[in-house]
């Protein structure tokens, strides 16, 4: 018996591996790569020292999950696989809305074939919108995305909420996540951006090494402490963590459940630049640049119930997370481009 990670070779699959294989659980991958590099499976593999089986192959190719669902006992499914950049689903809407909703689909209907019911699937914070005050709680009336990428992790949602009705045996678990940074403890494995990072932790790992000359804060006049916004930033470890609470959890559970992945702490962008400095000992200069469209002033989680439903807590704070993020920039300055 088996979980069927896809996208397990990115950013946050990669660890969830880990977590996986130190637990015990035997896992498959598939992965097309079209944002990650096969050498973080090698070294999931070589942290754990496990092995396990991998398919190059598009979520989106029904054959060829057809024929991992045939070639293994596959009793669940952890869903990474997706493209996630904001900024260029505004670009190339249709690219996004073809991979991320054409993947998920073809994978339901093959779990269908298969007999296969249980999921857990990355969802985001952008779920919620902009018209709700944090903490963020998984009741509040869900908001209108305000883009491509975030409609698509919206109407997945509500795919896989209507499947659970139809089907009374299927559990969905949606894990709305935060912002994951950090990376794993070793410094062997961790967040390899295409080109310039759009997100906060990358960009400044990326200036500490000296690859980016200053990092832009996108505004200073928000309405919160310092002027700048504030996020609710997570390990990935601790993210990872969660999803084998999750996995577990769907295993003895029917129906669809969102589920909040967040510390539940707000921390601005000086905060972070500033911790990050204090904790390395590393300057990250910076100069203070206009609001990016879209932002929102604070978004934090109310973490709670997955504390209630999956015994889930967070392990590790905001050094810790600026620590493991520079330990892999550190290690590896240009990604897993040997
Ligand atoms: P990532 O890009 O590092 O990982 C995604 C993986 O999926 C990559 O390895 C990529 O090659 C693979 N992939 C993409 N489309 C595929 C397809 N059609 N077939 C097979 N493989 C495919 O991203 P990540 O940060 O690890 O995010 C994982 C999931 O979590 C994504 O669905 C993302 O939208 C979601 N998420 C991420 C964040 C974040 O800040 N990182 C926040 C909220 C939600
Ligand atoms: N941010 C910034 N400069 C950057 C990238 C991000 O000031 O180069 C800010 C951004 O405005 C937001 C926070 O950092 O307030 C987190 O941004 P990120 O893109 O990492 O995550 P998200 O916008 O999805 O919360």
């Avoid at 990669?14 to 659980?25: E, F, K, P």
């Avoid at 669902?69 to 596959?74: A, D, G, L, R």
């Avoid at 990428?149 to 499947?163: A, P, V």
């Avoid at 003895?252 to 702490?265: Q, R």
């Amino acid at each position: 018996m088996a979980i069927l990670v896809t996208g397990g070779s990115g950013f946050i699959g990669s660890h969830t591996c880990v977590q996986l294989l130190d637990a015990g659980r035997e896992i498959v991958v598939v992965d097309n790569y079209c944002n990650s590099d096969p050498e973080a499976l090698a070294r999931v593999r070589e942290l754990t020292g496990k092995d396990f089986k991998q398919y190059d192959a598009d979520v989106r190719d029904r054959e060829a999950l057809r024929r991992i669902f045939t070639e293994n006992h596959i009793e669940a499914v952890i869903h990474f696989a997706g493209l996630k950049a904001v900024g260029e689903s505004v670009q190339m809407p249709i690219e996004y809305f073809d991979n991320n909703l054409i993947s998920t689909l073809v994978l339901l209907e093959v779990m269908k074939e298969f007999g296969c019911k249980r999921l857990v699937f990355s969802s985001s914070a952008t779920v919620y919108g902009a018209g709700n005050q944090p903490p963020l709680t998984e009741e509040m009336p869900l908001g209108a995305p305000t883009n491509p990428y975030g409609r698509t992790k919206s109407m997945i949602e509500d795919i896989l909420r209507d499947l659970c009705v139809a089907d009374a045996e299927f559990s969905a678990v949606l894990l709305r996540y935060f912002n994951p940074i950090g990376a794993h403890p070793s410094g062997r494995i961790g967040e390899n951006p295409n080109g310039i990072p759009n997100n906060l932790m990358p960009y400044v790992t990326q200036v500490a090494i000296g690859r980016l000359p200053k990092l832009s804060v996108f505004g200073d006049d928000y309405n919160t402490p310092d002027g700048t916004c504030l996020r609710d930033y997570i390990h990935v470890v601790d993210l990872a963590r969660g999803h084998l609470c999750a996995v577990d959890y769907a295993m003895e559970h029917t129906g669809a459940e969102a589920i909040n992945l967040g510390t539940g702490e707000g921390y601005s962008v000086l905060d972070l630049v500033h911790t990050f400095a204090r904790v390395t000992g590393v300057d990250v200069p910076y100069v203070i640049a206009p609001r990016r469209d879209g932002d929102l002033p604070a978004v934090y989680s109310c973490p709670d119930k997955a504390k209630e439903l999956l015994g889930w807590e967070t392990e590790f704070g905001l050094e810790e997370m600026c620590r493991d993020s520079w330990n892999w920039q550190k290690n590896n300055p240009t990604g897993y481009n040997k």
